[in-house]
């Protein structure tokens, strides 16, 4: 609250320089100070539209006030199984934003569920591998994760051809078998 009070003040002083008064007095600055010049004056005028952003943002200069943190993402036993696994093949980011809506995120102030949760679990259990193609990491699909429903698909994007991993039905319904030990490994309280 104090930051606003200087900050209202120092508005005030501004703004009573842009209009050629004398913010400690009170009086009318005389005529041939270089406090009465009209660039001066312009931009008094503009830093006391600064300033009025910065109290109207809170006391904090920037795009907005600072946001509420969010909480780290959890799901109950009782939110996922209500998860829909899908016929038709998805892709990680397609499955997580499903568990968000599941578990409320939006509601509920919380982070969505990472992507990268799922696939470094399913590297560490030997699902997935990386490997080094043209310089770059990718993960790919290994002979466990075919066992499991994981599929390595070439696609063509804007900077050409990669690698995309796909989860059929029974690949999602097993990330759903076992999301609480997936979470356990990257949240100390996750269900």
């Known amino acids: 609250m104090e930051n606003i009070e200087l900050l209202t003040r120092a508005k005030q002083y501004i703004e009573d320089l842009a209009n050629g008064r004398d913010p400690i007095g009170g009086g009318e600055l005389p005529g041939d100070t270089v406090l009465n010049n009209v660039r001066l004056a312009r931009c008094f005028f503009y830093v006391s539209g600064v ?4 109290i109207d943002n809170g006391g904090v200069v920037g ?42 995120v939006g509601q ?11 696939t470094d679990w399913l590297v560490e259990k030997g699902f997935l591998c990386v490997e ?3 310089g770059k990491k990718v993960k790919c699909v290994t ?26 039905k029974e690949a999602q319904q097993f990330l759903l078998d076992n ?8 949240y100390t309280n996750p269900i």
Not at 51 to 54: D, F, I
Not at 179 to 186: D, K, Q
């Open 179 to 186: 999301l609480e030990g997936i979470l356990e490994m990257n």
């Open 132 to 134: 080094e193609r043209n």
């Open 51 to 54: 300033l009025q952003k910065v």
């Open 63 to 104: 795009r907005g006030a600072p946001k509420e943190k969010k909480a780290p993402f959890a799901i109950t036993r009782e939110e996922i199984d209500t998860v829909q696994v899908t016929d038709a093949p998805t892709y990680i980011s397609h499955f997580c934003r499903r568990l968000g809506d599941a578990a409320g």
């Open 143 to 168: 002979a466990l994760g075919q066992g499991i429903g994981l599929a390595n698909i070439e696609r063509e994007g804007q900077f050409g051809k990669y690698v995309a991993i796909e989860y059929n």
């Open 108 to 118: 509920k102030n919380m982070k969505q569920l990472s992507h990268r949760v799922i």
